[in-house]
């Protein structure tokens, strides 16, 4: 029997994205867990079992703030061909994105106050639908920047008028 | 702020030092020769005077209880209710003329402009290669004074400021622009008849919608409070405790009686609403672009340029589909999904209808949107409706398992009702809530795995999909620009994936859902040759993911 599958893209992010994630995530979780502990002090008797319960929520927040970012550093692929954009993401749900280069309205690069401190920077192409913007997540500085440069480039090559 | 193609500017001084010139003008509404700039048409005066009257019937609605409060004669009461007439009259007329003087438009080779604005001066413009869309809308007031309220707009956003608009000009000018701003010939106009004309006998369609039921109830509950306030509170609620001691007194007559009651005159209402509506209603297939006309009271005239047209969608609400109706609507790039007061969404092109005679006229719109006739072959999948591709069983499994939580929960509250309840006949017929909750979600699992569908025409993808509303969508190839394929974690369990065609039209994507893994790909695929192509893999190798 034959199959038909969707080859993985050939691009990873910048292996740095671990690292940003994960203080993204940290940011996120770490007041969670701080939350829950502070609350556990301040408003109960104390009784061991929620200790416990409190206790393994803290440190499954902090361990999903750890793995989390490996995980999705694991599937988020990129590709840029001649033709199109391609993308795939996503850990339980995989979504692959695929954007033709003559419909590319604009290529946006952006880069967060965090993210500046890796030297990392994302790239946002937009096509004319609005369920359609393609975003490659988490690259060097330096191939975010030319990727921007060759996209506009091949962009204004195509012709019409990308709706 | 700035749309493209449209200047906006604040006037400066000098340019409103200009008006005054124009203001002497013998010719009162007509053409202002001087530079090409003209006014709107003079009757609107007669117009906005006719609807302040509305304004002063509210106004001595509320003046009148007001003095009867403090005990004042009838005569008092006449004057002042006649002197506040006049001076909303008065005011409303004076706003309009100021508003008349300051507003001038003209058209040039090049361009529409628009000069307007009492307090701030603006001048808009509009480049007539851009114009994509002029609409004509009167009510009945306008109507009786042949004026119309014309919108150009160039299609581009669904924003304001892409749009202008003349409120009012007579209506032979506002035709002889619209032909002039969308370059027709009248001879050329309608060549081939009608694409679609109005059948009375549609409107047995018009009550099979939700509001049918409860239209009446809210339009009573919207009354109450207005009658409460122009002191009518006794009779209101007198009337209420009537009829709720009535209810109380013959529950088994009361009640059915009621519910008849309500239901016809939701009917009635629905009837009444389509009749405005879709009165006269009119499709034309004008060289490059569509023309619908429609409204008994208010009429409006919509063009839709064909190069914006991606697609149809075919919608059939659950109501309108066991009657054995549909509706079609357009996918069109820079619509907006409701206009402002308007009951009808932008994108329908016609009443709900008999399904034979959607799917004719969907198919023959879709067909108009090819530059050549040997589109038609494409618009034949959509016309056979039953040449969709149905999607695996995995589908319904899908469906039916997701259908099986609601139930326990349902099942569940119910236990704890029957449990704890104090009165005796709930706890005997509390069971009959999970029961029937489970019997529809089963079918409305089996009926959703049922409607999923799809199709490669020629020029079109055609996808179905719903319960509720069971849409069908034919979007043109051409038009999709991008495809986003998800495959969620029991998805991929069960072989199946969503395939999503994202376009610059209507809601901006649509979806296969829940297609067989390989059809789903092979599918986008072919759909728009050589754009997924290049990363697909196919074998027997198994490629890892």
Same mark, same amino acid.
């Given at each position: %029997?034959?199959?038909?599958?969707?080859?993985?893209?050939?691009?990873?992010?910048?292996?740095?994205?671990?690292?940003?994630?994960?203080?993204?995530?940290?940011?996120?979780?770490?007041?969670?867990?701080?939350?829950?502990?502070?609350?556990?002090?301040?408003?109960?008797?104390?009784?061991?079992?929620?200790?416990?319960?409190?206790?393994?929520?803290?440190?499954?927040?902090?361990?999903?703030?750890?793995?989390?970012?490996?995980?999705?550093?694991?599937?988020?692929?990129?590709?840029?061909?001649?033709?199109?954009?391609?993308?795939?993401?996503?850990?339980?749900?995989?979504?692959?994105?695929?954007?033709? %280069?003559?419909?590319?309205?604009?290529?946006?690069?952006?880069?967060?106050?965090?993210?500046?401190?890796?030297?990392?920077?994302?790239?946002?192409?937009?096509?004319?639908?609005?369920? !359609?913007?393609?975003?490659?997540?988490?690259?060097?500085?330096?191939?975010?920047?030319?990727?921007?440069?060759?996209?506009?480039?091949?962009?204004?090559?195509?012709?019409?008028?990308?709706? | 702020?700035?749309?493209?193609?449209?200047?906006?500017?604040? %006037?400066?001084?000098?340019?409103?030092?200009?008006?005054?010139?124009?203001?002497?003008?013998?010719?009162?509404?007509?053409?202002?020769?001087?530079?090409?700039?003209?006014?709107?048409?003079?009757?609107?005066?007669?117009?906005?005077?006719?609807?302040?009257?509305?304004?002063?019937?509210?106004?001595?609605?509320?003046?009148?209880?007001?003095?009867?409060?403090?005990?004042?004669?009838?005569?008092?009461?006449?004057?002042?209710?006649?002197?506040?007439?006049?001076?909303?009259?008065?005011?409303?007329?004076?706003?309009?003329?100021?508003?008349?003087?300051?507003?001038?438009?003209?058209?040039?080779?090049?361009?529409?402009?628009?000069?307007?604005?009492?307090?701030?001066?603006?001048?808009?413009?509009?480049?007539?290669?851009?114009?994509?869309?002029?609409?004509?809308?009167?009510?009945?007031?306008?109507?009786?004074?042949?004026?119309?309220?014309?919108?150009?707009?160039?299609?581009?956003?669904?924003?304001?400021?892409?749009?202008?608009?003349?409120?009012?000009?007579?209506?032979?000018?506002?035709?002889?622009?619209?032909?002039?701003?969308?370059?027709?010939?009248?001879?050329?106009?309608?060549?081939?008849?009608?694409?679609?004309?109005?059948?009375?006998?549609?409107?047995?369609?018009?009550?099979?919608?939700?509001?049918?039921?409860?239209?009446?109830? &809210?339009?009573?509950?919207?009354?109450?409070?207005?009658?409460?306030?122009?002191?009518?509170?006794?009779?209101?609620?007198?009337?209420?405790?009537?009829?709720?001691?009535?209810?109380?007194?013959?529950?088994?007559?009361?009640?059915?009686?009621?519910?008849?009651?309500?239901?016809?005159?939701?009917?009635? !209402?629905?009837?009444?609403?389509?009749?405005?509506?879709?009165?006269?209603?009119?499709?034309?297939?004008?060289?490059?672009?569509?023309?619908?006309?429609?409204?008994?009271?208010?009429?409006?005239?919509?063009?839709?340029?064909?190069?914006?047209?991606?697609?149809?969608?075919?919608?059939?609400?659950?109501?309108?589909?066991?009657?054995?109706?549909?509706?079609?609507?357009?996918?069109?790039? !820079?619509?907006?999904?409701?206009?402002?007061?308007?009951?009808?969404?932008?994108?329908?092109?016609?009443?709900?209808?008999?399904?034979?005679?959607?799917?004719?006229?969907?198919?023959?719109?879709?067909?108009?949107?090819?530059?050549?006739?040997?589109?038609?072959?494409?618009?034949?999948?959509?016309?056979?409706?039953?040449?969709?591709?149905?999607?695996?069983?995995?589908?319904?499994?899908?469906?039916?398992?997701?259908?099986?939580?609601?139930?326990?929960?349902?099942?569940?509250?119910? !236990?704890?009702?029957?449990?704890?309840?104090?009165?005796?006949?709930?706890?005997?017929?509390?069971?009959?809530?999970?029961?029937?909750?489970?019997?529809?979600? %089963?079918?409305?699992?089996?009926?959703?795995?049922?409607?999923?569908?799809?199709?490669?025409?020629?020029?079109?993808?055609?996808?179905?999909?719903?319960?509720?509303?069971?849409?069908?969508?034919?979007?043109?190839?051409?038009?999709?620009?991008?495809?986003?394929?998800?495959?969620?974690?029991?998805?991929?369990?069960?072989?199946?994936?969503?395939?999503?065609?994202?376009?610059?039209?209507?809601?901006?994507?649509?979806?296969?859902?829940?297609?067989?893994?390989?059809?789903?790909?092979?599918?986008?695929?072919?759909?728009?040759?050589?754009?997924?192509?290049?990363? &697909?893999?196919?074998?027997?190798?198994?490629?890892?993911?």
């Amino acid at each position: %029997m034959s199959t038909t599958m969707l080859r993985p893209p050939r691009n990873q992010a910048d292996p740095r994205v671990i690292p940003w994630w994960t203080v993204q995530w940290l940011l996120l979780m770490a007041p969670i867990a701080v939350a829950a502990v502070a609350a556990y002090w301040i408003f109960t008797e104390h009784p061991l079992w929620l200790g416990a319960a409190v206790a393994v929520f803290a440190v499954a927040c902090v361990v999903l703030a750890l793995v989390a970012p490996r995980a999705y550093y694991r599937v988020e692929r990129w590709e840029v061909t001649g033709e199109a954009v391609y993308t795939r993401k996503g850990w339980l749900t995989h979504t692959w994105r695929v954007a033709p %280069m003559s419909r590319i309205q604009r290529v946006d690069t952006a880069r967060g106050p965090v993210q500046r401190l890796f030297g990392l920077a994302d790239v946002t192409v937009t096509t004319a639908s609005s369920a !359609g913007a393609v975003k490659i997540e988490g690259l060097d500085r330096a191939v975010a920047a030319e990727l921007a440069e060759r996209l506009t480039a091949i962009t204004q090559a195509t012709p019409g008028d990308a709706t | 702020m700035n749309a493209p193609g449209l200047r906006r500017q604040d %006037m400066s001084a000098p340019d409103a030092g200009n008006l005054p010139g124009h203001h002497r003008d013998p010719q009162g509404s007509a053409v202002n020769t001087q530079a090409g700039w003209r006014r709107l048409a003079g009757r609107s005066l007669w117009v906005s005077g006719a609807k302040s009257l509305a304004l002063v019937a509210g106004a001595a609605a509320g003046l009148t209880r007001f003095l009867l409060g403090q005990d004042w004669q009838a005569g008092g009461i006449v004057a002042a209710c006649a002197g506040a007439a006049v001076l909303i009259v008065a005011a409303v007329l004076a706003y309009d003329l100021a508003r008349l003087r300051t507003t001038r438009w003209r058209l040039t080779p090049e361009r529409l402009e628009l000069r307007s604005g009492l307090t701030t001066r603006q001048h808009r413009s509009l480049p007539r290669d851009r114009v994509r869309s002029v609409d004509l809308r009167a009510d009945p007031i306008l109507r009786i004074f042949g004026l119309t309220v014309v919108k150009v707009g160039t299609g581009e956003h669904a924003g304001d400021h892409t749009e202008l608009k003349l409120d009012p000009l007579v209506r032979k000018d506002a035709e002889t622009l619209r032909r002039t701003l969308l370059h027709q010939d009248e001879e050329r106009e309608a060549r081939d008849g009608p694409l679609a004309e109005l059948r009375w006998s549609w409107i047995r369609y018009a009550p099979l919608s939700v509001w049918t039921f409860t239209a009446s109830a &809210l339009v009573l509950g919207a009354l109450y409070k207005p009658l409460n306030a122009i002191g009518l509170k006794s009779v209101t609620s007198r009337v209420a405790n009537d009829l709720w001691g009535w209810i109380a007194a013959q529950p088994l007559t009361a009640v059915p009686l009621l519910l008849a009651v309500n239901l016809s005159v939701g009917a009635l !209402g629905a009837a009444l609403l389509f009749a405005e509506s879709w009165g006269r209603y009119r499709l034309e297939h004008e060289p490059g672009r569509l023309r619908l006309r429609r409204g008994l009271l208010t009429t409006r005239s919509l063009t839709l340029e064909v190069r914006r047209l991606r697609g149809v969608e075919i919608s059939e609400p659950l109501l309108l589909r066991l009657g054995g109706g549909a509706r079609v609507k357009t996918v069109a790039t !820079g619509l907006g999904e409701k206009a402002r007061n308007e009951t009808e969404d932008a994108a329908a092109l016609a009443p709900p209808l008999p399904r034979d005679l959607a799917w004719r006229l969907a198919a023959e719109v879709a067909s108009a949107g090819g530059a050549h006739p040997a589109g038609v072959p494409g618009s034949r999948v959509i016309a056979g409706g039953t040449a969709l591709i149905p999607h695996p069983r995995a589908a319904r499994r899908r469906r039916v398992v997701r259908a099986l939580p609601a139930t326990a929960l349902v099942a569940a509250a119910a !236990g704890v009702a029957s449990w704890s309840a104090p009165w005796p006949w709930v706890r005997a017929w509390v069971w009959l809530i999970p029961v029937v909750v489970l019997v529809a979600g %089963m079918w409305g699992a089996v009926e959703s795995a049922r409607n999923l569908g799809h199709a490669l025409g020629a020029r079109h993808l055609v996808s179905r999909r719903g319960v509720v509303v069971r849409q069908t969508v034919a979007l043109d190839r051409k038009g999709i620009s991008g495809w986003t394929i998800t495959e969620s974690y029991f998805q991929r369990r069960s072989g199946l994936l969503t395939v999503s065609a994202t376009t610059s039209a209507g809601r901006g994507h649509y979806e296969v859902v829940d297609v067989g893994r390989e059809t789903g790909l092979e599918l986008a695929s072919r759909a728009v040759p050589g754009l997924l192509e290049p990363f &697909l893999v196919r074998g027997t190798t198994v490629a890892k993911q």
